[in-house]
């Protein structure tokens, strides 16, 4: 028979056991044996009971209970100490053995469980099964073995009496879970951490872990389209956030929230379409931007929508004139600074001068073969305040060379906006004057510009 004091020199052993091997922070998901959802709830009962007069447990079981199962639990468990030393004496990689020391974990758990479903108040089973799990669980996450982890995470809990421990061992659950995308079992134990980091009889909270479960909180929140408790969560985290770029990052996220006022869809849906973009996938893209319009909410939402998709019809699909309306659509409901005559607003500001440039664009590459519909989009460039409208009204003069007396209405026009003209520019303005005068027989006018003309 194998002592009672064996036991004392359990945990020892396995916190020996344990070194080298991979932190349990590594939660890779890796192909599961059986599903996650799956799991054995039958040892939680006796593992969490407390009232020994609500028990029956009678003399032979309590002495088969420790005579026969744990004695055999004890010597599987003496073999993987046995086989843990080789690798604290470097004779072994846990590379080499995890399987075997699984193996005898498993088959020690076995008996262990066994022994304490006829007397669960067995201190020495108790305390085995314990030593058994805290060395399960790192193999287990080694192995990425995480449906046999979960159970052996879960079990242990209802063997815990320290809040804080409670806490980290719901946030190891929560991240299984979130790995796996199961968004609302992930979220249920990441708030239980919480819960249980609050609850622990301690001064001065680990802000650390806290960010940590309200980080993974806010974001199972997010997967669930949850809007508000995930803005909460992030506002949370972003008050204890340990470095300045985790602030940054919640930051994005609470950006990604208010981006359509809570409509995460709305948000996810535009991440998708700018993703097809950056790919090159402008149909795609195009498609992703049409339906996002449709489930927008709030007007600066549509706005940019209609922007962004204006840019990848006129830029991307050759779509120049249905892109060109669906911006002026937008930028023409804009309210105008009465002195500037543009969109205080910086984003809207951006809007309106693309518009510009995008019909001064489309003219420009119509001049040559379809001078009615150049003269349209420079008329429609020119119309309202921008960076490039006198450079509008110089083409619009060009193209009026005909017309003397348009075409010196449409230089005036320019010259008033000469301070947005380049060298080049100016050079053509002059040359257009001197053209314009000499056709109405204005030579002295002529010469005036042809000499401001040879002046640059």
Known sequence: MISKRFLFFIVPLLIIATTGIASNGALQVAGAAKSITAIDTTMWKYLSASDRSQWTISKEDSEKAYRTYFVNGAKAFRDFTILSQKIETKRATIQDIADDLIKCLSQARGEFEKGIKLDPFNNYLRTAITAVYLNLDPLLAYKNDNPNRLQILFNKIYLETDPLKKADLYNKIGKIYFNYKSWEKARDNFQLAVANIFEGEVTDIDTAKLFDNIYYRGYSHLKLYEDEPALTSFENASMIAPTEDQKKDLARWIDYINWDKGNIHASEQYQNAKAFYAEKKYDDAERAYLDLIQIVQTEHARDEIAYRLSMVQFNNLDKKPEAIQRLWNVVKTFSLDETTGVPNEPTQAEYWESYCKMCLNLAANSFYEDKKTAFI????????????????????????????????????????????????????????????????????????????FNEI
């Open 377 to 452: 989009y420079f008329q429609k460039a020119s119309q309202i305040e921008s960076s490039i409208r006198g450079n509008a009204f110089l083409n619009l003069a060009i193209m009026s060379l005909n017309n003397p007396e348009l075409c010196l209405n449409f230089c005036d026009r320019s010259f008033s906006y000469i301070d947005r003209l380049n060298e080049s520019d100016k050079k053509m303005l002059y040359n257009t004057y001197y053209r314009a005068y000499q056709q109405k027989g204005n030579f002295d006018e002529a010469m005036k510009w042809f000499k401001k």
